[in-house]
């Protein structure tokens, strides 16, 4: 059964950092492109950050261009959201998203994407 358990949300101040991880099971990690997405209630879900199953290519929304990098260890099925000088405006649920079909090159279309976590909590006071 396919599996991705996000960790690493939590309270924080505004310029604080944090990482999030998202341990994936039950399909090959390794060819499939991976992505963050976040929802704030009431709002459509955005998003975030994407890499390709390599972890060669990634791309970033312009809201966090420069402060968040996604990175992946294919050796240990996990992806990453590390997230340097955070915003309040950051604030939401935080989800990871699988892409197992077709190419493996990174997608930021979240309806492409086949499996997703349950997603962590990231608040940022001001």
């Known amino acids: 059964q396919e599996q991705l358990v996000e960790s690493g949300g939590g309270l924080v101040q505004a310029g604080d950092s944090l990482r999030l991880s998202c341990v994936v099971s039950?399909?090959?990690?390794?060819?499939?492109?991976m992505g963050w997405f976040r929802q704030d209630p009431g709002k459509e879900r955005e998003f975030v950050a994407a890499?390709?199953?390599?972890?060669?290519?990634?791309a970033y929304a312009d809201s966090v261009k420069g402060r968040f990098t996604i990175s992946r260890d294919n050796a240990k099925n996990t992806l990453y959201l590390q997230m340097n000088s955070l915003k309040p405006e950051d604030t939401a649920v935080y989800s990871c998203a699988a892409k197992t079909y077709g190419s493996s090159r990174l997608d930021l279309n979240p309806y492409r994407y086949n499996y997703w976590g349950q997603g962590t909590q990231v608040t940022v006071s001001s």
């Open positions: 039950g399909f090959t990690f390794s060819i499939a492109a």
């Open positions: 890499i390709s199953s390599s972890g060669s290519n990634t």
